[in-house]
Every structure is written in C-alpha cells, then in structure tokens.
C-alpha cells in the first residue's frame, strides 16, 4: 500500500504539529484508511492489531472534532485495561498539545473514585476509561454524556475476553443514539459482529491485516548482559562487527541521553532521537547520521518512526521491546537493499520469557551469543592493522622506508622481525606502557595556555569530522573531570589544541593516552612544550 504522509489527510496545524513532535512523519496503513474515514462522521469497525498505530487512527479524528470552547465530555474511548486507559489518554494528550482547550482524563478501577470525581468536575472533553469504571460513573451522574457525539470501543474483543460483555452494553444504552460509534477490534467473533449490528448503523470495515515478518537477511543475537555491563558489551560489538552505521534502541527518552553520554565519552560518533527533541534538532541528528558524519544513532521506538536508512549495517536492542511488533519494526531496519545485515538483543533474567514471545511472533531464531573477550576484541583490530598493511605494500611505495629499516638493523641489534613487533604493538596500543610512570613525574612547562590552565595538542582535527561537542565530551568521559572545566577547544584541520586546568593536566594526558575519539585512536601531548 502506499504511504500517505500526515500533512495530505487535511488535519489542523496544531494537530500536525503536535504529530510531528511525536516523530511521525507518515501514516501507518490503518491510520492511512481509518482517519478520513472517521473523519466523515461513519460508524467504522476497524480490524488492526495492537502496534498498528490505531490510538492515533481513532485519536486525531477525535481531536479534529471535539470543540475546545464547550468544556462537556463529547468523546468516550473505552479499552481494556488501566494500562491501556492511560497509554490512550498520554497519545491523545501528546497529539493535541498545541490545541488551546482540550482536556483529557484516563478513568479506570483501581483509583480512588472520589479524586476521579474531583477532577470530572473540571470538565473534560475527551474520557477514556475502562467499561466498568466508566459505567460506575455514568450512573452516579459525576459522566454525563447528553453531549457525547462519539464513542470507541479499543480492543473489543479482549474487553469481551475479560467478560466486560454487559458494562459495555450498559455504557452503549447511556449515550445519545445520534452519535459514531467506532470499534476496533484484532478478531472479529461472532459477540463482536452482534455487538456491531446492534449498535452500530451502515458501518464501514476497515481491515489490516499484521504483516508477517519475513527476515533472511539479519542475523539476530541475544547476550546475557548485567545492566550495568551493557555500554561495556555495547562497546564491544561496535569494535569486533564495526559496522557502518548502528541503530541503538532504548526503551525510555532518559536512558537514550544516558546511553548518548556513555558512548561519547568513549570516543564514539553517537547522537540521541527521542520525542523531547525540536524538530529542528530531530532534522540535524537524521541528517548527520544519513550522510555519516552520526554513526551510532540511539533512539526510543516512537522516535524511530520515519527512519529509512539502508546502510544501517546493526541494530542492537539495548532494552528489549516491550510489544513484540517494536521488534519487528526495530530489527527491520537492517538487511535493506539484499544487504545483511545484524540485530543484537540485550536481555537479563525474566526477560527471555519475552525474548520467546518474540521468536514464537517472529517464526525466527534469536542465537545465545557469547559476550566479546578483549582478547576478541585485540584480535579484530590486529586483523584490521594486518589488512590496512597489506593495503600499503600492494598500493604505496616503501622504498625509503625499507631503507631506513635495513639501515636501523645494519646499526643495532634488532632484526626487522623485532622493529615489526614493535610498531604493531604501537598500532595496537599506543603508548600505554610509558602511562602512569611517565606521568606521576611529569610536570608542565609553558604549554601557551591562559594563567591556570595547560594547552594539549591532540592530533585529530575537522578533517577527520570531529566537532568540539566530540572533543569535550571526550575528556570528561575519559577522564572525569567535568566538562564545564574545559578551556578553549581551538580547531584546526588535522590537529587540535585543547585547554584544561593545570591540576587536571596529568589526569587528562593519562586517561586520554589510549582512547579513541569517534572511534579513532589519537596522540595527546602538551603543546609547545620549552
């Protein structure tokens, strides 16, 4: 089916606006059919799992004809569970929040009646609740419903499950006859068809049916991971796969600028999407991670909407999916094109009940997979070094290198073996083994720095893609030393002079001496040094 965007299905700018602070940019199939349809004032019975995006296909409808000046309730959407009640009323409250007016109140069991009252007093255009709640209230009067010109019954079928069969009914006879009546229902038994023929007149069927998830392309791993271990894993399979672009799923907006953090400090091109974003900021991230300058993006799911990228070689569930469709939508966005591509799950005890769930959904495999040694880890960057070797004495000429070799062995003891080992040792790990002993002696001359602070040389620059945020965030996740304590960040080309304060000089030379910025090694060492 084709996509339709949002701003083709004629809806109002506050609503448009709101939709796109959401990070929706084009409707699911059954929004795509549902909204206009609702939209002309038809009773609907809409066929559509959970997932689907259905509490926006019923939602903005609602919100395209609810009257904001008249404070009496005009909609009610029942559903299932409190749970349900509440994720409904935050998507209807999220869609509407540039609409002047509007209230919406969740009420369901469970919840002190008299607070729910208290609050259906202040008037509220738009009740989503459970049937038995909803009915409790009409009876006592504290719902009234002579306004009500629209109801939707969410999830039908497991309201009927769960025996809600007579609070429904009961609810249906209280509101005005002259009203839409809109069902949604992921099965259609025979309850719900007579419900449909007694209460609903003329009805349009709208029908989508759950795509099956068909995968060849992705390899899909889980590790047992501590929570506290997942950045650490998560570092690991970026530096053993090194793919070129990753996905990183969080389930939660806090976790994403945790994780966002995390990967910075450590040297990595990462940046966050979650829906506490501008658009403004959203367009910038997706644009830098769709022409590579981002090549780690962490997003929340509703985010994630709208991301079509095909070179996204990864995608790593940091917190497993909470609804087995996420898992879909998330690991689908690797394998474009014919490409493979990979997909790794993070999962710690009771979760791989869930885990299961998902490969019964799936019909596929999700491989235990060994968590990466730094043995492993050594050994693909010694493949990497070894390889990128090869490339130079096929391509370059080394004449006067192997010269300067020959003539150091002909002057000292070492063989070419010995001068070989060294320099992969180099490559490998830098000058780690001159760190803490050289430092605890050091002391700085004049670096070139204002009173106070030391001037450091590191010798990565635009060139390579690196912004001051890269360089900053670095330090402090290196060294942990906060980052507001960083001088001036003076950007040239292939280099780059940093300032730090003096008592932090030795502390940043030495947790910088072995890390990677954006994933690329660096040298660090004070600057014009006398």
């Known amino acids: 089916m084709e996509t339709v965007r949002f701003d083709e299905l004629n809806l109002h700018p506050q609503i448009l606006r709101g939709i796109r602070e959401m990070g929706f940019e084009e409707a699911t199939p059954i929004q795509s059919k549902a909204i206009p349809t609702v939209m002309e004032g038809v009773d609907v019975i809409g066929q559509a799992q959970t997932g689907t995006g259905k509490t926006a296909a019923f939602g903005i409808p609602l919100l395209m004809k609810v009257d904001s000046h008249n404070k009496k309730t005009q909609a009610i959407v029942l559903c299932p569970t409190r749970e349900l ?6 998507e209807i409250r999220s869609l509407a929040k540039y609409m002047h007016g509007i209230k919406t109140l969740p009420v369901y069991g ?76 992921a099965t259609m038994p025979k309850p719900i068809l007579d419900i449909t023929k007694k209460y609903q007149k003329n009805a349009i069927t709208i029908k989508v049916v759950k795509k099956e998830l068909t995968v060849p392309n992705i390899e899909q791993y889980y590790y047992d991971v501590k929570h ?50 501008k658009q403004v900021q959203r367009d910038r991230v997706m644009n830098h991670f769709r022409n590579g300058k981002t090549e780690i993006l962490v997003a929340t799911d509703v985010a994630a909407r709208g991301i079509d990228v095909d070179d996204v070689e990864a995608v790593f569930n940091f917190d497993i999916p909470q609804d087995d469709e996420y898992y879909v939508h998330r690991i689908g966005r690797t394998g474009r094109a014919g490409r493979t591509g990979r997909s790794f799950t993070f999962i710690k005890g009771k979760e791989v009940y869930k885990l299961k769930d998902i490969q ?25 070094i070894m390889e990128h070797i090869g490339t130079i004495i096929e391509e370059e000429d080394l004449t006067s290198m192997v010269n300067m070799i020959e003539m150091q062995v002909n002057e000292s ?38 009173e106070g602070m030391v001037r450091l040389f590191i010798n990565i620059g635009k060139k390579q893609h690196i912004k001051p945020g890269d360089i900053l965030g670095a330090i402090s996740g290196e060294s942990g030393m906060p980052g507001k304590l960083v001088g001036a960040i003076d950007m040239h080309d292939k280099y780059t002079f940093v300032e730090v304060p003096r008592e932090y000089g030795k502390e940043v030379l030495q947790a910088m001496s072995n890390s990677k910025i954006k994933g690329k090694s660096i040298n660090i060492e004070p600057a014009n040094q006398k």
Do not use: W
């Not at 009640?85 to 935050?90: K, L, N, Y």
């Open 85 to 90: 009640a509440i994720q409904v009323a935050e």
């Open 110 to 185: 469970g919840q002190d009646i008299v607070k729910q009252i208290r609050s259906l007093k202040g008037g509220a255009q738009i009740i989503i609740g459970t049937p038995g709640r909803v009915m409790d209230h009409l009876r006592r009067k504290t719902i009234k419903c002579e306004e009500v010109n629209t109801i939707v019954l969410d999830e039908a079928d497991e309201m009927l499950n769960m025996g809600f069969r007579e609070d429904i009914e009961t609810v249906l006879e209280y509101i005005p006859t002259e009203r839409q009546t809109v069902l949604f229902s």
């Open 228 to 277: 506290k271990d997942k950045v650490e894993v998560l570092s690991r399979l970026l530096d053993v796969y090194d793919p070129k672009l990753s996905l990183v799923f969080c389930n939660t907006k806090r976790m994403v600028d945790e994780l966002v953090n995390a990967l910075q400090g450590r040297g990595y091109f990462a940046e966050g999407l979650h829906g506490d974003m």
């Open 360 to 384: 019964r959904y799936c019909k596929t495999k999700i491989l235990l997979q060994k968590i990466p040694s730094m043995e492993d880890v050594a050994q693909v960057k010694l493949e990497k």
């Open 413 to 450: 003891d070492y063989t070419a073996m010995d001068i070989a080992a060294a320099f992969l040792k180099l490559a490998l790990h830098g000058n780690e083994d001159n760190g803490q002993s050289t430092m605890e002696n050091f002391e700085f001359g004049d670096t070139g720095a204002e």
